[in-house]
Every structure is written in structure tokens, then in C-alpha cells.
Nanobody
Framework: QVQLVESGGGLVQAGGSLRLSCAYP????????MGWYRQTPGKDREFVAS????????CYADSVKGRFTISRGNAKNMVYLQMNGLNNENTAIYYC????????????WGQGTQVTVSS
């Protein structure tokens, strides 16, 4: 099974920025809509952002609109999440995966990348 690999997380001060990357070496990657998700201890995983297969349309959770930008590079099987204006509420483990309406039922996830925002 092809593994998703997230990277780019770290410790950042409030107001700072991070760029997350996700590698998905799946031969059909360019036909998949992709998404970023996040999870904090004791809470369900939640949707952050999604991008359609050709990159022409994106969607964001209300809490990150205007601060986060999702993009992709199909030639490299990569998905990115540029995060600006970070705050404490953005502290979480961030995951990427395909996006479908039933994404919560997806069974295969990568290890995620930890983002910690300090005030």
C-alpha cells in the first residue's frame, strides 16, 4: 500500500508561518482530490483544506480561511499547506490524504506532522 508522508511541522511562535509538505507516490495521484486534516488529543480528526485533482479549486475550513493555502504539484506527487498567522488553536498533528465526502472513513493514514504554536 502506498504510504503518505507528511513533513514540515515544528515549533513556531504565534503569528509565525510554516509550510507543510505531503508526498504521495501513488501512480494515480494526479486524478485524486487531496486534503489536509488535523487532530488534537481527545478530539476527532477535522478537515482543514482540500484541493481538486487539477489544482483549480480549493476549499478551507472557516477557521483557517485567509491564513492557510493549499497547493499541489502533480509532477512530483506532492501536496502543500502554507500556514500563516498561526495561533494556539492551530496546534495539532496534521495529516494529508485523499479528499472524499466520506474522508472520515478512510482507513490508511500517514504518521502526520506535529505543529506546535507557542504564545
Amino acid at each position: 500500500q502506498v504510504q503518505l508522508v507528511e513533513s514540515g511541522g515544528g515549533l513556531v511562535q504565534a503569528g509565525g508561518s510554516l509550510r507543510l509538505s505531503c508526498a504521495y507516490p501513488e501512480p494515480r495521484f494526479s486524478s485524486y482530490d487531496m486534503g489536509w486534516y488535523r487532530q488534537t488529543p481527545g478530539k476527532d480528526r477535522e478537515f482543514v483544506a482540500s484541493i481538486v485533482f487539477n489544482g483549480r479549486s480549493t476549499c478551507y475550513a472557516d477557521s483557517v480561511k485567509g491564513r492557510f493555502t493549499i497547493s499541489r504539484g502533480n509532477a512530483k506527487n506532492m501536496v502543500y499547506l502554507q500556514m500563516n498567522g498561526l495561533n494556539n488553536e492551530n496546534t495539532a498533528i496534521y495529516y494529508c490524504n485523499v479528499w472524499t465526502r466520506s474522508w472520515q472513513s478512510l482507513s490508511s493514514w500517514g504518521q502526520g506532522t506535529q505543529v506546535t504554536v507557542s504564545s
